[in-house]
């Protein structure tokens, strides 16, 4: 499926992969919307971004932030969602509120963002998500994500049934340069993410753009549904 002038809407699409796969798409010649909260953000992929635009706040915890989003989007082809905060740490010491906090963002949050969309999109649209490797490989204090990352895979094979024709997939990524991390100093960040990269098959950790060819590949392919798009450099396997 080409996607010349087709319509993207991104969200989570002014940072790191979704920043990344705004420009795959665009490289495509389709015209895109990212989305995301931070005005900083916003206006800094705005100017990021070559070709067909359009930046727009949103924040996906919000039930009728989302209806207006929607609304003031209009019809398009193409939904991504990259957005998404986690909490990682000792399975006793996370407070049950963060624990919550964290679904409501990277679960409901995509849950809440297909819901709003459907009544806008485009006949021959698809769908695609974002999980992640701590869903079938969790390290060490890893257990909410792993949960999140496995209901967000549970609800996309549940979806690709109950609203084909229309097809629904995700993305799962292993570690990636970006600014999720941007909380460590620079130079522990340097040292982990080279620490990590050592352990896995490729060598070295995944930038945004390794990943967000996995998003364009979603979209384009019209026999791909219910399917999980594993790129983690062979992370799962060691
Ligand atoms: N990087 C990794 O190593 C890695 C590994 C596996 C899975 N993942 C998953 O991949 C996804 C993207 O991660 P990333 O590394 O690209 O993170 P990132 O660089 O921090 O980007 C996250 C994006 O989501 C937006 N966002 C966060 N909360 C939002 C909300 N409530 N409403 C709307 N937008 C929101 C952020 O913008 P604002 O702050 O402006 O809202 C930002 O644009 C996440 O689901 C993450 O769990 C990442």
């Known amino acids: ?94 407070l049950l509120s963060a624990a919550q906090d964290a679904f409501e963002s990277k679960f409901w949050g995509q849950y809440r963002i297909v819901r709003g969309a459907l009544p806008v999109l485009n006949s021959g649209a698809s769908i695609t998500l974002t999980s992640g490797v701590y869903g079938i490989r969790p390290p060490r204090g890893a257990a909410v994500v792993s949960a999140i990352n496995s209901a967000i895979e549970g609800l996309v094979r549940g979806l690709a049934i109950d609203l084909a024709p229309l097809r629904v997939n995700a993305v799962c990524p292993g570690i990636v340069d970006t600014p999720i991390y941007s909380t460590i100093p620079a130079a522990e960040r340097r040292a982990m993410f080279e620490d990590l990269g050592r352990k896995l098959p490729v060598g070295r950790i995944a930038r945004a753009e390794d990943v967000a060819q996995s998003y364009v590949y979603l979209a384009e392919n019209g026999f791909a549904t219910g399917s999980v798009v594993l790129v983690d450099g062979g992370g799962h396997l060691v």
């Open 1 to 94: 499926m080409a996607l010349t002038d087709k319509r993207v809407v991104i969200v989570g699409g002014t940072s790191g992969i979704g920043l990344a796969t705004a420009k795959a798409f665009l490289a495509r010649s389709a015209s895109v919307v990212i989305a995301s909260r931070s005005p900083s953000n916003l206006s800094l992929a705005g100017k990021a971004l070559d070709g067909e635009v359009t930046a727009m706040a949103l924040d996906f915890r919000q039930d009728t932030m989302v209806k207006s989003f929607f609304e003031a989007v209009g019809a398009f082809d193409h939904l991504v969602v990259t957005a998404g905060e986690v909490v990682m740490g000792d399975f006793p010491t996370i």
